[in-house]
């Protein structure tokens, strides 16, 4: 019908509007992001890490968290992020996610 077309092209202009403030907050994340990465290790550090060692560690919702590594499988380590329950440990890659390792309090808010 006309009257939902119409509806249709009023809100048009407010969803552009939020795209835009979502761009924004993209772009201030991604800066973020880089910032944060200068502090990241180089894969020569992440090569060295070992069980009981501390590191701050990218979550899967891209927060740093200070967490210890409680097991490495080659380039795996199972990470355990300080003050959080075993369910949430997980196993990341430092050859494909070193975007995700940061010495110990460089980056988490500990």
Known sequence: SSRARTREKELQP??????????EKEADDASDSKSECMACMTEQQAEKLKPNDK???????GRFLLA????KQDSFLKIHYEG?????DVWSNFTTDLHRFAVAGSISKS
Request: charged share 40%; no cysteine.
């Open 14 to 23: 407010l969803q552009t509007a939020k795209s835009a403030g979502e761009e």
């Open 55 to 61: 590191i701050d560690h990218r979550d899967d919702v």
């Open 68 to 71: 210890v590594i409680t097991e």
């Open 84 to 88: 959080w329950e075993i369910k949430w």
